[in-house]
């Protein structure tokens, strides 16, 4: 993701630590590796889907914190993350259903 290095700096220059090492993001990750031979089409979209929301929903949390502190640049980098990050949950959610659904909250 193109806004990895400008949360990281932003992170940097608000003073907090950023990720270290492969194992450091071990530690953190909240979303579960899938390391299957092979996951059905319909499978993957679902743990996409899944897992797309979960980080919106990380997202949304993290730019309330930011609110709180009144940390505005980093509540905007968040937004624009998430900004892209919506679509996409649409899409696999439209992809999922067949479109045939109505889009309720996923996140």
């Known amino acids: 993701m193109e806004s990895i290095d400008p949360l990281a700096e932003r992170v940097r220059r608000?003073?907090?630590?950023?990720?270290?090492?492969?194992?450091?993001?071990?530690?953190?990750?909240?979303?579960?590796?899938?390391?299957r031979d092979f996951?059905?089409?319909?499978?993957?979209?679902?743990?996409?889907?899944?897992?797309?929301?979960?980080v919106a929903k990380?997202?949304?949390?993290?730019?309330?914190?930011?609110?709180?502190?009144?940390?505005?640049?980093?509540?905007n980098l968040l937004q624009e993350m998430l900004d892209e990050t919506e679509p996409r949950i649409w899409f696999l959610h439209e992809v999922s259903t067949g479109g045939e659904n109505q889009y309720q909250s996923l996140y």
């Open 14 to 35: 608000i003073g907090g630590l950023t990720i270290r090492s492969i194992s450091h993001v071990a530690q953190l990750q909240t979303i579960e590796d899938e390391n």
């Open 39 to 54: 996951v059905p089409p319909d499978q993957m979209i679902k743990e996409l889907l899944r897992d797309n929301g979960q």
């Open 58 to 75: 990380q997202m949304r949390a993290a730019i309330e914190i930011c609110e709180e502190n009144c940390d505005t640049p980093t509540a």
